[in-house]
Every structure is written in C-alpha cells, then in structure tokens.
C-alpha cells in the first residue's frame, strides 16, 4: 500500500492574510443592476485612467526597451546606475550613497525587506491605527507581533504619543510611521515627526518610514521625510515610483538606509543584502530608465496631479458634510478620505460593514470599512476617480444616508 497523498499548505502562508481581501472580497451582495458600480475602494490611481504617468518616464521606458543592458540580470540590491539616480534624487534629505539604496520590486517588497531584517520571530513591531494592512500580511506570517498605537481624528490623526510609549516593550523590534498616511490622508508636521523620533531614540527603536505618499501634499501642507531630520534614529526609509508617477503595476521602489551614526552597521546591511538573493532584483526595464526619469519629470506633473487630488478634496468633503449621519474628515495629503459613521444615527445597520454591504447593494458605491484598517465605524474613500463620477457617488452616498438614517417618530 501506497501511502496515502498529505500535501499541506505551510503554516507561514496560512497566517499570511491580507484583511482588504477577507473582509471586502467575501462580501455577499450584488450591486443594484440598475446603477452603474462605482468603486470608491481601489486604492490604485491609475485604475480609472483619467491620470496618467509623466511622459518623460514613458519615454525612458520606450528607450530602455532597446538597450540590451535592459534585459540583463543585475545585481540583486539594483544596478548601480539606477541606485545612484535613487540616492541623488533624495541628496536634499541627507547624504546617502549608492551603497545606502536598494531597489525593490514595488515599495511593498521594501516593507518586507525592512520587517523581516529588524524583527525575529515572537518579537513586536509597532504600527499606527488606522493604518495600512500590508505590514499586518508581511509581519504575521513571518511570526512577528503587530502592536496598535492610536492615531487620533481629532487632532488630524496625530500620533497619540502616550499611547505609542505605552507600546514599547522588551520585545519591541521597530517603529512603523506612515506619512502621509492611507488610509487618514494625514500629513504630518516637522514637530510631530521630531517628537516621534524624541520617542524612538530614548527607547533605541529603529524606524521603518512608509513615505510612498511623498509627493502627495494638498491645501499648504508640507510634507517632511523623517530621515532629514533624524540626527541619531536609524531609519529604513520604504517608498517608489508607484503612487507619485502613477505606475503601481510597473512594480519599481525601494529602500533607503539613512543611518548618520551607523547604528545599523555592516550588520543590518548585510542582512539586507541577503534578503535581496531572494527575488534577483527588481524589474530591470523600469530600472534603467529610472535616472532620466528621477532627473527630467518637472515639479509640474506633480503640482498638477495634487491640484486634481486638492479639489477632489474639498468636493467630497463638501458633499458628504451634508449627508446625514457622517462626518468626513478633510484630508491634508495623500489620496483618501476618512468619514465617521455616526452608527448611532442608523440602528438597522450592525455595523459599518453592514452599512458599506448595503450601499453597496443599493447605490452601487463600494467604500472600505474601517475594519479593514483595524478602525470600525468609519469609511475609506479613494478621491482620484474622474470628478462627474466622485459627484454622482457623493449624491448617491447622501441619498443613501438619508433613506437609512434614524427617522425623529422612530426615537422611543
Ligand atoms: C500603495 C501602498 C504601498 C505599496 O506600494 P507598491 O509600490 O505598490 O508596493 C505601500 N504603502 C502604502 C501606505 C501604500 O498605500
């Protein structure tokens, strides 16, 4: 007798679990057939094609096609042409060489690379709530705790710093900051981010800077890249051509060591190194044409596309202070809006899921609940769909709020 077939799926990819996909995609319900879909969740730029990339970097794309250094494998930490075009383009934030950079496959792989060279198995790592759920998928399949420290709404989704320094522990391996923020939209200043790094070098934590949002500023806010005005925390600065020149699919970012004091040492930078044997390097296409990319797109392509995101801004804020029942909160940055759901207000809803699921069925607007960012009772709305649609989906929300909210004769 044979022994019977017994093939398992390891235990590392059975805890990875990615919450937006759980909880979104085993939604039940159909949208109304009589309303076209519009979805306010895809948190992708490109996917309504009213925004396009710069054509400097198209066009260093077209040229790279044809060198046949393009097709080659490179070395698995990036070619040096491109890395040196990555360290010059962030010279203004402090030196940092060739040598300090790695190129990623996306600024996703740059999270990987940073959780898993800094924390070991049982340790912790602390990351903000709401935040973005891909540290939760990277950390917890590799055993790795993941600890909340509060954002607050009321204060523009500060860093409630109490709350941060009562996380730290023994075992407590690095220090996540997400700026500007998905899902908040939030910006923060130079003192926040020095009272941050006040926290991180009294309890020696490492910092992991998620600043894929950095050229995604509105309103007069400025955006600060923590490195620059880190003098002793070491800082994995995690970021790429993903959001800001508008090509998440061309999977290009990368990794920045900016470490004044070389606290890191060879230590942490041969881990890196080692990591990167993994996956071979990232696409080397887009690599190649990263120097005329990173030295010929002008400030204008950015300024135009903050100046859509802006007024996007001011129009769902707007539209949805007048549905009742919510409360949005007017983002600083990024490409989000967050907007409470006074659950109180709608009594036939559970929860804020229920309430998503049947607008969804109703209006044929999908939102992503808060859960899925470890924050309930709120919503995520994406603000770079074209402007008609993010109006008709406004109106369709308020509709919406109104036919549900709590009737004054139902209060008993
Ligand atoms: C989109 C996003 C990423 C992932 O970027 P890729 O370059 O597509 O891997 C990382 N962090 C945040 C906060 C994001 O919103």
């Known amino acids: 007798m044979n022994k019977p077939w017994s093939i398992r799926a390891s235990t590392m990819s059975r805890n990875t679990q990615n919450l937006i996909r759980n909880i979104v995609e085993k939604i039940q319900v159909k949208p109304n057939p009589n309303k076209n879909f519009i979805p306010l ?11 396009t990339p710069p054509e400097e970097l198209l066009q260093a794309v077209r040229n790279s096609l044809d060198e046949n250094e393009s097709r ?3 070395l698995t930490n990036g070619a040096l042409v ?9 010279a203004h934030q402090g030196q940092v060489s060739a040598d300090d950079v790695i190129l990623c496959n996306g600024c996703a792989q740059a999270l990987d690379l940073a959780i898993t060279v800094l924390a070991e198995p ?13 540290y939760r998928t990277i950390a917890e399949g590799l055993g790795i705790v993941i600890k909340h420290y509060n954002l607050l709404p009321e204060k523009n989704w500060e860093v409630d710093l109490k709350n941060l320094e009562d996380q730290i522990d023994d075992k407590t391996a690095a220090l996540i900051v997400l700026n500007p923020s998905n899902p908040c939209g939030s910006v923060y200043t130079k003192e926040h981010l020095r009272d941050i790094l006040r926290i991180s070098a009294k309890h020696r934590l490492p910092i992991i800077a998620d600043e894929i949002y950095e050229k995604f500023v ?7 890249s923590l490195a620059s005005i880190s003098k002793d925390v070491p800082i994995l600065v995690c970021s790429g051509l993903t959001k800001g020149f508008l ?5 290009m970012g990368w990794l920045v060591i900016h470490d004044r004091q070389d606290i890191f040492s060879k230590d942490i930078r041969d881990g890196l190194r080692n990591l990167t044997g993994r996956l071979l390097g990232p696409n080397k296409l887009i690599q190649m044409a990263l120097s005329k990319t990173l ?5 204008s392509f950015f300024d135009s596309v903050m100046s859509f995101i802006e007024s996007q801004a001011k129009l769902a804020y707007k539209e949805l202070s007048h549905a009742p029942g919510l409360r949005p909160i007017l983002p600083q940055g990024a490409m989000y809006m967050m907007i409470e759901i006074k659950m109180s207000m709608f009594p036939v809803f559970r929860d804020e899921l229920e309430f998503i699921e049947r607008m969804y069925s109703e209006q044929s607007i999908l939102c992503i609940p808060g859960q899925c960012f470890d924050f309930p009772n709120f919503m995520r709305i994406v603000l770079t769909v074209p402007e008609h649609i993010l109006r008709e989906a406004c109106a369709r929300i308020q509709q919406f709020c109104r036919d549900h909210i709590m009737q004054e004769n139902n209060i008993n």
Request: a positive charge; aromatic letters at 16%; glycine letters at 12%.
């Open 82 to 90: 491109a890395r040196q075009a990555v360290a010059e383009y962030y």
């Open 41 to 51: 969740s895809i948190g992708d730029p490109t996917a309504f094609g009213n925004l």
């Open 72 to 74: 080659c494998y490179g």
């Open 295 to 299: 030295t010929t797109v002008p400030q």
């Open 218 to 224: 509105i309103f007069d806010n400025k955006f600060t």
């Open 247 to 251: 090509v998440p699919g061309w999977r």
């Open 122 to 134: 049982g340790q912790n790592i602390l990351v903000p709530r709401p935040g973005y759920m891909l």
